[in-house]
């Protein structure tokens, strides 16, 4: 079984290069994060036996990785909004718009 | 009541010699070994919150050079905070009574614990050597660019303190939460826990998550400063707010590391001294945990001035507001307790009383900060001192000394002078108030933090405080003296001098290196006072 | 004795009030909570005090209905503050449409303000009554924080990037002013005061400097210096983009982005020109940095927010009209 | 519950394994502590690595021109070869691993031996490119050259991929220092099915520091290379 997943993790990494030199405009971010999730999943659930492991250390995973989400969500929730107006809805519309367009 | 003797074997007495000390793995000498560090650090931090205070007695900046007042402030802060506050309960008094709430022979860990109290004293080293050769002046938050480009003092000495310690943090609630998960006794389920091991489980979550941020951001301020890698450059399009994101990330939990085994010992004192069961068990346990998971998404009211959006700054103000409601609720609960209890006015108690005022009235100062409108005038003013201090003295510190008096006839065997104890305990709580009430005018009156030299019409107020902070100085000295006269001249206190429940209790006192003769069945609750016949034995 | 006792700090803005107000239904809720904790606690240790040794507490656990009382009640308080505190924040955050402007600067250990007319100040800063002030800031160096505590604003002054607060004073006098966040040595000498005078005062004031130029003027100079203008044309032929009623409108970078045209946006082309390129442009700008400092350059931000919209709108940008952003007074 | 419910005890009470510690009751007990601790652990490094990553996201979403240009002064070969040798070192772990939980220590040894080869040729690796980042002048300091637009910016991305391959690196080193502890005990015999925890350990250890690697490739050498000159 572990050759299957170290074939799988070598199939996902030509995947991500070769995604790496076509241009998906705004997406190219999107799937190179995804495809390392899958690989790290693959590693962790196999390699790492937390797929036959207690429901406890899986508890502990996700909970390094509930509050991994935190500090990124919450830190980029100040630097996405900073740019926002605070200006009543209508005078500042234009603003906004052109802020959340980036 | 026949007078007891002390144990004929116990872990203090079985070997003797300082190697039997430094290489020891029993959670109990590492314990005292811990204690005996940070009241060497605790004293070395007062030593400069004296100088401190005494340089702000009079208006003008007189005494020492602003630069030298630059220098006390922060080691004060860093010493405090990093060596004192953060290990204070949990590597002492965690340390020595989590493996016997529980039943256990010891920490999952006793080597891991045994090196963890060896980086601490590495990065205490560190930061020691960082003082002796000139010292630090970033403050104790190490603020850049002030820190990586501005400051001529030696920032990475004391980072790589810090750094270090966090290491010590990181494998002491490691150690703590294997332990509780692993090794509980028979018939000990998480309902039957003592309180005081629920606050250390939930503050050993916060030293986990937290700590390891804190660790990565110090690294980099030293890497920044030293080989110029800029990552917080403002010059090179950096964001030095960045720093302060991932600062407060830990340092705000960090207060909860702090005042979250404090809570612990209240819930054990409050329950042995009104001889009445926890009020809600089950909602002051929970609150604990509440404390640590919204503790982690409120940092940013730190940085409500800091140039943060306008929105995500109401975010956090919400989210602070939710993390008052845990405190608010343990407060009550403790309150409830004592209604209808047997209440003993032993020198814990008052210690306890102490730290319900104190950390009420720093709580709700606390709710002044979270206001957005009014944090933006007050931050970075005597009041936010004024606040913290509350908590983290009148909160954590009060604790302390309470869990030192309760337990120190289970740590050391022998009685402490119960009058004199009372005394202090008078002494602290007036000292406290008259020291910090004052910075709470203060800073509504506009007086910011970090001021070598102030405006004249803000001196009487600071005289006040440094007249409190005379008396206060007193007030923790005089603890220091009795307990070292009882190591020698204490009544030997018994098994269980209280009356209290907990398995601890149920050991001689000093325990046996493995804690307990054989492992013991637990059957019932942890605060099953009333059930019980009263022996004080 | 007690008149060298202050309580409380003077009310100065039209802020102040606001802040004080919350302020003090926070302390009476404070000074009714302690005061309950600090009453139950002792009437219930004196009530309940142990009498004989073998006396032991009531077997009571708890109360659900109890902790729903005091979760919720708490709650529904703290949401009450969080609301009004929130709303008065939005007003210390949002400077109104006709603010005059003035423009500061922090650097270790002075605080450097120049006013629109022209005149320049150090550590003392001059406001006219009645009239909504918001001061732009930066720093030269590290982070310092104007704290003005009898207007009840403070705003961290970080370098690279402007912060702004605003107020309008509401009464005559001299006031504090203080640099908030440690920045070293002087930290405590970084203080200053504000004077706030009748506005026909303040325009005496403002043109007893000894005629000096307007800081749009100034910052003109500086642009034909720097040979700005052999690039920069105002009718978009040349290789740089017209500045022409640049100030304000929405500009179309290469990248595809579109940005507001502010403060921020103006000194961050000057200094890091290809940031921010603009569509249609070749990255032919050299940077600035180390040529034009934090004054000069709040100068040219001036000069270029001075500069009116052409006949016919410039490549790339959409004048925008009515926008908060140009806060442009007819000064 | 000092031990949960299946695991009760393998050995008679009196024959304590040689490797149970005198804390614990059982071997069960003691593993499972063990496998705990080294979670959490891992949950640390995790944090420990956030805070780098959380640089990385808010300066990418910032100047991500500047993230384009600084991706392309990287070494996609050198890197996607590193990819698969540590990949490959990871599959080499998890199976010395297996040998060792199932009794057959030369195995383990051998695979020991291969996964730290493996690591070893990542350094080796990952030491020519700094190298060649050194002859060229693309180590931020006050020697930093680069030519573009964004010299500034692409500075922090090189000041980022620095810091987090460099922090990789270190726990590569950390990992081979590990395994050949780990390496030597086996050599000795002192794993049997009962008792491997030592060869566990390190090894979520090891696979940790691959799965760094799988964010830290794609992050810094392959993202939005492909939309630079648009």
């Not at chain 2, 329950?271 to 940013?300: E, P, T």
């Not at chain 3, 308080?77 to 505190?85: K, P, R, T």
Request: include cysteine.
């Amino acid at each position: 079984m572990y050759y299957g997943i170290f074939a799988a993790l070598m199939v996902f990494t030509g995947l991500t290069i070769g995604v790496a030199f076509i241009n998906l405009g705004a997406l190219n971010f999107p799937v190179a994060i995804s495809i390392a999730i899958i690989k790290a999943t693959l590693v962790i659930l196999f390699f790492m036996h937390v797929w036959y492991s207690s429901q406890l250390t899986k508890l502990i995973i996700g909970t390094g990785l509930f509050f991994l989400m935190v500090l990124f969500v919450l830190t980029m929730s100040d630097y996405i909004s900073r740019g926002w107006s605070t200006y009543p809805a209508g005078a500042g519309q234009s603003t906004r718009q052109s802020e959340s367009a980036r | 009541m026949t007078t007891p003797l002390l144990p004929r074997e116990h872990y203090l007495n079985i070997r003797y010699g300082i190697l039997s000390w430094l290489l020891t793995k029993d959670h109990k000498r590492i314990a005292l070994l811990y204690l005996i560090s940070v009241t060497a650090f605790f004293f070395l931090g007062g030593f400069f919150a004296v100088l401190i205070r005494l340089e702000l007695a009079t208006p003008a900046g007189d005494m020492v050079s602003s630069d030298t007042y630059n220098k006390l402030f922060t080691m004060h802060g860093v010493i405090m905070v990093f060596f004192f506050l953060i290990p204070s309960i949990p590597a002492v008094l965690g340390n020595f009574l989590i493996p016997m709430m529980i039943g256990a022979k010891d920490l999952a860990f006793p080597r891991l614990n045994l090196l963890s109290w060896y980086i601490y004293m590495l990065g205490g080293t560190f930061t020691m050597w960082a003082v002796i050769v000139g010292g630090v002046d970033t403050g104790w938050t190490f603020y850049t660019p002030y820190s990586t480009a501005a400051s001529n003092t030696n920032v990475v000495a004391t980072g790589l303190g810090v750094f270090i310690t966090g290491f010590s943090s990181i494998l002491t609630g490691l150690n703590f939460i294997v332990t509780i998960h692993r090794m509980r006794a028979p018939g000990l389920t998480w309902f039957r826990l003592p309180l005081f091991v629920w606050a250390h489980y939930a503050t050993s979550l916060i030293f986990i998550l937290g700590t390891p941020v804190i660790a990565i951001t110090v690294l980099l301020l030293a890497v920044e400063r030293g080989l110029h890698i800029g990552i917080f450059d403002p010059a090179l399009g950096g964001d030095p707010v960045l720093f302060q994101h991932l600062f407060w990330f830990y340092s705000h939990p960090a207060v909860y590391i702090m005042v979250l085994p404090s809570m612990g010992v209240v819930s054990e004192v409050v329950a042995c001294f009104s001889r009445k069961n926890i009020f809600g068990y089950s909602f002051v346990a929970f609150s604990s945990l509440a404390i640590a998971v919204f503790g982690f998404l409120v940092w940013a009211h730190h940085m409500f001035v800091a140039g943060m959006s306008v929105y995500a700054a109401m975010i956090f103000s919400f989210l602070s507001y939710a993390v008052a409601i845990p405190s608010a609720v343990k407060v009550f609960n403790w309150t409830a307790t004592l209604y209808k209890g047997s209440i003993s006015w032993q020198a814990p108690l008052l210690f306890v009383f102490g730290f319900l005022g104190l950390f009420t009235i720093g709580g709700m100062t606390g709710l002044f900060l979270a206001a957005l409108a009014i944090d933006v005038h007050v931050h970075d003013t005597y009041f936010i001192v004024a606040h913290f201090h509350y908590i983290m003295v009148g909160g954590a510190i009060m604790g302390y000394m309470a869990g030192l008096h309760f337990w120190w006839p289970k740590i050391t065997g022998r009685m402490y002078p119960e009058g004199w104890a009372k005394f202090s305990a008078l002494v602290i709580f007036i000292g406290f108030n008259l020291t910090f009430f004052p910075q709470f005018v203060l800073g509504y009156l506009g007086m910011p933090r970090r001021y070598h030299a102030y405006p004249e019409e803000f001196q009487v107020l600071n005289v006040m405080s440094s007249a409190g902070a005379s008396i206060l100085a007193v007030g923790y000295v005089i603890p220091m003296v009795y307990f070292l006269w009882s190591l020698r001249y204490g009544r030997a206190a018994g098994p269980n001098p209280w009356g209290a429940t907990g398995l601890e209790w149920t050991t001689q006192s000093p325990p046996l290196t493995e804690n307990f003769p054989m492992t013991p069945v637990v059957t019932e609750g942890a605060y099953e006072y009333s059930k019980r016949e009263m022996r004080v034995v | 004795m007690w008149s060298s006792l202050p309580l409380f700090p003077e009310q100065a803005s039209t802020l102040a009030h606001q802040v004080d107000n919350l302020y003090f239904f926070l302390v009476a809720l404070t000074a009714f909570f302690s005061t309950l904790i600090a009453v139950l606690v002792v009437v219930f240790a004196v009530k309940y005090r142990r009498t004989h040794a073998a006396q032991v507490g009531a077997p009571i656990t708890g109360s659900v209905p109890l902790e729903l009382m005091w979760s919720i009640i708490p709650f529904g308080i703290a949401m009450v503050i969080f609301a009004w505190s929130a709303n008065v924040y939005f007003n210390m955050a949002r400077p109104p449409d006709e603010s005059m402007e003035i423009y500061a600067v922090g650097k270790r250990w002075m605080w450097k303000f120049q006013h629109i007319g022209g005149r320049r100040e150090i550590n003392e800063l001059h406001v006219p009554i009645g009239r909504p002030v918001k001061v732009t800031m930066t720093s030269e160096d590290v982070i310092h924080d104007l704290y003005l505590p009898n207007f009840r604003v403070k705003a961290d002054v970080i370098p690279g990037r402007y912060s702004t607060i605003w107020f309008e004073a509401t009464k005559r006098g001299e006031y504090h002013l203080f640099c908030a966040e440690y920045c070293g040595t002087k930290h405590s000498a970084m203080i200053g005061r504000v004077v706030v005078m009748e506005p026909t005062e303040y325009q005496a004031w403002l043109s007893g400097g000894g005629g000096e130029m307007s800081l749009a003027a100034r910052g003109e100079r500086m642009f034909q210096e720097l040979a700005c203008h052999t690039c920069h044309l105002p009718d978009a032929s040349g290789r740089g983009p017209s500045l022409q009623g640049l100030f304000g409108s929405q500009v179309k970078l290469a990248d595809g982005r579109t940005v507001t045209a502010d403060e921020g946006y103006v000194r961050e082309s000057i200094l890091n020109p290809q940031a921010k390129l603009v569509a249609g442009y070749q990255p032919l700008m050299p940077t600035f940095q180390g040529l034009v400092n934090e004054e000069a350059l709040m100068g040219l931000i001036e000069y270029v927010k001075s500069l009116p919209p052409a006949a016919g709108a410039p490549t790339g940008t959409a004048p925008q009209p009515a926008t908060p952003q140009g806060e442009r007074k007819p000064q | 519950m000092p031990a949960p419910p299946g695991a009760v005890h393998v050995h008679d009470a009196h024959a304590h394994h040689p490797a149970l510690q005198h804390q614990f009751e059982t071997m069960g007990q003691q593993l499972e502590s063990a496998t705990l601790g080294m979670w959490l652990f891992l949950v640390t490094e995790i944090m420990f690595f956030g805070g780098l990553f959380m640089a990385y996201l808010l300066y990418r979403v910032w100047y991500p021109v500047a993230w384009a240009e600084g991706s392309l002064e990287l070494d996609i070969l050198l890197g996607g070869v590193n990819t698969v040798v540590l990949i490959g070192s990871s599959l080499t772990m998890a199976l010395a691993v297996r040998a060792a939980q199932t009794g057959f220590p030369r195995a383990t040894v051998n695979y020991l031996l291969v996964t730290m080869a493996l690591g070893l040729t990542f350094l080796v690796i990952k030491g020519f490119e700094y190298a060649h980042k050194f002859e060229t002048g693309h180590v931020p300091g006050p020697n930093f050259h680069f030519e573009g637009p964004h010299a500034q910016q692409v500075e922090i991305f090189l000041s980022l991929y620095f810091a987090m391959t460099g922090l990789h690196a270190v726990h590569m080193v950390i990992g081979f220092g590990l395994l050949s502890v780990i390496a030597w005990m086996a050599y000795r015999r002192r794993f049997s099915p009962e008792w491997y925890a030592p060869v566990e350990m390190a090894g979520l250890y090891w696979h940790f520091v691959d799965i760094v690697w799988i964010f830290l490739f794609p992050l810094l050498y392959l993202v939005d290379r492909a939309h630079h000159f648009v």
